[in-house]
């Protein structure tokens, strides 16, 4: 058995597919039936075309046409007449089709990474990736394409992009498993959204692990085993059955308050990544978005989402919410979240640099397309608007009259706005905790970001598996800067919420519900179990509970 970070509750028992770069080796060979090696390179060419097409439509349903849009450049690319043509002129002159592909390719690659363009730069990027699956339909390899599975399977990698999360065959995919990676890792939160069962922090999984093996795995507890005997198999089986039974029976909860056995109500919503996760919280009953991570809708591609691409995207979560409260969160790049288009500078501390709110009012073009996005879009449901790593109050006072401007732009070129848009900000620098009573006055709410005001507070990056143990909720620094959280919100008359993991985290929410947190934020299936509890627990229990953590963690 190994152990690893269980990041995402379930039990997986399935077969493994181990997501590696591998190396093509391309070798030059004579050949003589020149027409049969032009009419292999043709069915390589086909089987990329039509496998991409699948991709396209199955991006397209699960994430939307914007998504998919990469597989149509990709599509593009294989009808060019300079990469197909010239390719078939080399197998003419008696060389093998791999050969005379791989060095057109290579030519064509060399010119683009030579001019000093970034979108040529991203083409050649581009061919490489596309040629790769020609090349292994050629070699005769098999793809290693998650984008489009046959079969159910156990991915295990070193670590998963955020576009590979998103452009992953979901429904084969049936857990995850990586060497790297801590709770709050974004690997660790696509799959909590995305509800797969997700190990990380295995270290060297990829390495103990071939593709066809089989494992077991308790995404809670972190166990894993190689390739289980008969015994493990039905050990692992029964607990999958009772899990699935336990998860049949949270869904009595739906349409329940969540309410202590004292009369307490608190607001149980839940955290998303792009319009689709949606329905995984109308599943499990959320009350709400509490966080809407906007980052993902910028990823996974060339260029910045347009004012329109993002305005459907937040009027599209909106409605479908239903007049139920929605956290937009303003863009948060930075820090583990990168964008190939945006040039960022080498940082020695990402995490302490140029991200979220501070790249935003740097790149005023940016912020201000979404929030003219964000803007017009309120008229569609209960916009609440939140900046993200705000660290003292200059900073929110020039974020607000970023957007007052903003707004009186739109009101000029004759939008209508929501009246009642909530705005707040995001308390996960240990610097905005300290100074919440003063920030308290300029915001109607505050948002706990644990993931973030752990790291900084205990100075632990939340990302670096060997210092995990060192990441705790339960540091009494951390428990005393949400209680004083808390309690300047109330001060201010203003509610709080928290949208960090420990919001969802069984161990951690009767203290917070005894702290006074008004709102609980967390992945759509955190939300059920999280019902369950609150029912069974009483306030004054609760407050009992945190007092003594909070004199003595
Ligand atoms: C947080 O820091 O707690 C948070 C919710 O933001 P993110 O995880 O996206 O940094
Ligand atoms: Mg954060």
Known sequence: MVKGIGVCPGIALGKVLVLQEEELNVEKEEIEDIELEKERFNKAVLRSKEDLEKIKVQVTEELGEDNAEIFQAHLMILQDPELIDSTLKKIETGINAEYAFNEVVNQTIQVFEAIDDEYLRERAADIKD??????????????????????????????????????????????????????????????????????????????????????????????????????????YEDKKRIYEENKKELKELVGKESITTDGKVVELVGNIGTPSDVEALIDNDAEGVGLFRTEFLYMNRHELPTEEEQYNAYKTVLEAMKNKPVV??????????????????????????????????????????????????????????MFPMISSLEELLEAKEILSQVKEELINEGYEISKDIEIGM??????????????????????????????????????????????????????????????????????????????????LIPILLGMGLDEFSMSPISILPARRLIRSLSLEESEKISCEKLRNA
Request: glycine letters at 8%; charged letters at 25%.
């Open 328 to 385: 937009i969160r303003t863009l948060d790049i930075g820090g583990d979240k990168n964008l190939d288009y945006l040039k960022f500078d080498y940082e020695m501390n990402p995490f302490l640099g140029y991200r979220a709110i501070r790249l935003c009012l740097d790149r005023r073009d940016i912020f201000c397309t979404q929030l003219r996005a964000l803007l017009r879009a309120s008229i569609y449901g209960k916009l609440r608007i």
């Open 130 to 235: 596309i040629s790769k699956r020609v090349l292994k339909y050629l070699l005769g390899k098999e793809q290693s394409d998650i984008t489009s599975l046959s079969e159910e399977i156990i991915l295990v990698a070193e670590d998963l992009t955020p576009s590979d999360t998103a452009s992953m065959d979901k429904k084969r995919v049936k857990g995850f498993l990586t060497n790297i990676g801590g709770r709050t890792s974004h690997t660790a939160i696509m799959a909590r959204t995305l509800g797969i069962p997700a190990v990380v922090g295995l270290n060297n999984i990829t390495e103990n692990v071939k593709s066809g093996d089989i494992v077991a795995f308790d995404g809670e507890t972190g166990e894993v085993i190689i390739n289980p005997n008969d015994e493990q198999k039905k050990y």
């Open 426 to 507: 995001m308390i996960e620098v240990p610097s905005a905790a300290i100074i919440s009573d003063i920030l308290a006055k300029h915001v109607d709410f505050f948002s706990i970001g644990t993931n973030d005001l752990i790291q900084y507070t205990t100075a632990v990056d939340r990302t670096n598996e060997k210092i995990s143990h060192l990441y705790s909720p339960f540091n009494l620094g951390v428990l005393r800067l949400i209680k004083m959280v808390i309690d300047n919100a109330h001060q201010e008359g203003i509610w709080v919420g928290m949208c960090g993991e420990m919001a969802g985290d069984k161990t």
